[in-house]
């Protein structure tokens, strides 16, 4: 989002891969945050010196989980301005686009508190609060577009016909998993042998 004066597209999708990437969250967990979580959280990278902004990590604390067990995820320095940068620009460019819509229309436009809202490219519910679904399927068709594939033999169940077809060769959820690896041996690096799982 910083970069956007140089480069127009939208920055949503990539921000929300950099999060699981970086915290191991889930697509629903991500779906799930609030713009009041990460303006306590960028209260805190304000607080803290230079070093700790750009190469530090700061809690965040989450409530929608899996089981609904609440945890605590570490959120890169890097990352918070970008997200910043992205509520108070795209995001809230796609929230006056929602707002105008519903007045065209004479509907009534309720501000969400979720952090990823559905793009302003989103004509019906540009504004609406993102689904984990919608940010799944933003993944897959970039793992697409970029030629991360493998094909998959298939056959028409009207004809019998067997053909190939070219799918996305990760899922959302595989950033997570390399979250899990990265973490693994950097613990295993720095000498902590009881986290071995």
């Not at 504004?127 to 030629?147: E, H, M, R």
């Amino acid at each position: 989002p910083t970069e956007r004066e140089s480069d127009l597209r939208f920055s949503r999708n990539r921000l929300a891969c950099e999060l699981a990437l970086a915290t191991g969250m889930r697509v629903d967990e991500i779906a799930s945050l609030t713009e009041f979580q990460l303006r306590g959280l960028y209260q805190q990278w304000l607080a803290a010196d230079e070093t700790e902004r750009e190469d530090g990590f700061f809690g965040l604390g989450i409530i929608k989980t899996k089981r609904a067990k609440p945890r605590t995820v570490y959120v890169p320095g890097y990352l918070i301005p970008e997200l910043m940068a992205y509520l108070d620009g795209e995001r809230e460019a796609s929230i006056k686009q929602g707002a105008a819509r519903a007045q065209r229309k004479g509907h009534k436009y309720k501000r969400p508190t979720s952090l990823f809202v559905n793009g302003p490219d989103s004509s019906q519910h540009s504004g609406n609060p993102v689904s984990a679904t919608s940010l799944s399927w933003a993944f897959k068709q970039a793992c697409l577009a970029a030629g991360v594939t493998h094909f998959v033999e298939k056959i028409d169940i009207e004809t019998g016909e067997r053909y190939l077809e070219s799918l996305a060769k990760h899922h959302f959820h595989d950033l997570r998993h390399t979250f899990a690896v990265w973490s693994y041996h950097d613990l295993k690096k720095n000498g902590d042998e009881k986290k071995k799982k």
